[in-house]
């Protein structure tokens, strides 16, 4: 904090801009791709936004931003720029709301998630959320790639499949455990037959996820303690559980799926379950956050409203 009320002191000259402003108004030109854009959150002019970066990349010694005139880009020191701006903007919010009313749900929130689990969990029940926390602002970022969670500013980062980082700086909240089982629609059924055992889906025209880096997600199915792994192919593939959910309602393929995802499928007869018997080992969920936020009231009431995930249960 001490950099920052030094830096402030230079740049806040008779007719400049402090520190703070500059960072808030950075973050805004980033997060528009425009300084059009930030010009209009920040009900500034043009050309004042444009000052302040002038005298923000003045002052730092480096350029963040690269205009050309179709496109803005943002440098390597930009991005640096950026997630250092995003945690002090944060961190003077979250002084705030800690000298105010600490029983006051407010600040904002940034959540991260995969565009499947945000998408089906997430995204329904933020509206009753926020309606009840008139003082929350959520940040949803839907993404089907690791992040870094302090680098970028995450607050929180919700995954499945791995376990949660090894360190004392993240903590984790376990969101729902679940299990991959196997579905295709009765259209598919009627013509290709049910496969009876796990190796019979091998010679089935599958739906195949792919991690962000391109690698296979491995049909693991367990019964008791009996395990077999499938090497299935396809000739779709992507990393959207949700994309192979729509592909095999429509009898695309056979899909490995999250029971979360597809209960209501099933109850509805829109897909239906192969080799019942057999799934996946438990696969836990986990909400990871930063843990200088453990007790914050605005991460306390996101997972709150996270405490009830769909299961095949609630449907069936």
């Known amino acids: 904090m001490q950099l920052i009320l030094a830096s402030q002191t230079r740049i806040a000259e008779p007719g400049g801009v402090d520190l703070l402003a500059q960072m808030a108004t950075f ?23 444009s000052r302040q970066l002038r005298a923000l990349e003045t002052e730092l010694g480096t350029s963040l931003i690269v205009r050309s005139t179709r496109r803005l880009n943002v440098t390597d020191a930009g991005r640096q720029w950026y997630a250092h701006c995003v945690r002090v903007l944060r961190e003077i919010d979250e002084a705030r709301a800690t ?34 926390h008139p003082h929350l602002v959520i940040d949803l970022r839907l993404e089907d790639r690791l992040v ?13 499949g791995s376990l949660p980082p090894d360190s004392t700086a993240f903590i984790a909240h376990p969101v729902v455990t679940m299990n991959r089982i196997v579905v295709a629609s009765p259209r598919w059924i009627r013509k290709h037959g049910t496969p009876r055992e796990p190796p019979q889906l091998a010679h089935r025209d599958a739906l195949v996820q792919v991690t962000p880096a391109g690698t296979v997600v491995r049909w693991q199915l367990r019964r008791g303690d ?10 779709i593939r992507t990393h959207a559980p949700i994309a192979l959910r729509g592909l095999a309602i429509d009898g695309a393929g056979i899909a490995y799926l999250p029971d979360w995802l597809v209960a209501t499928d099933l109850a509805r007869g829109e ?37 009830t995930v769909p299961s095949m249960a609630d449907a069936v």
């Open 148 to 160: 870094d969670v302090v680098g970028e500013g995450i607050d929180v980062a919700v995954r499945a």
């Open 99 to 132: 000298v105010g009313n600490t029983n006051t749900v407010r600040g904002t929130l940034v959540v991260n998630a995969s565009v499947t689990f945000g998408t089906v969990v997430i995204v329904p029940r933020l509206a009753k959320l926020v309606d009840r």
């Open 27 to 49: 973050v805004r030109i980033v997060d528009g791709s425009s300084l059009s854009a930030a010009a209009r959150a920040q009900r500034m002019s043009l050309p004042a936004v």
């Open 271 to 307: 897909l239906r379950r192969l080799v019942p018997e057999w799934s996946s080992s438990p696969i836990t969920a986990w909400a990871i956050y930063r843990a200088e936020l453990r007790g914050a009231p605005r991460l306390l009431a996101f997972l709150g409203a996270m405490s």
């Open 226 to 235: 009996d395990e077999q792994i499938v090497d299935v192919h396809g000739r």
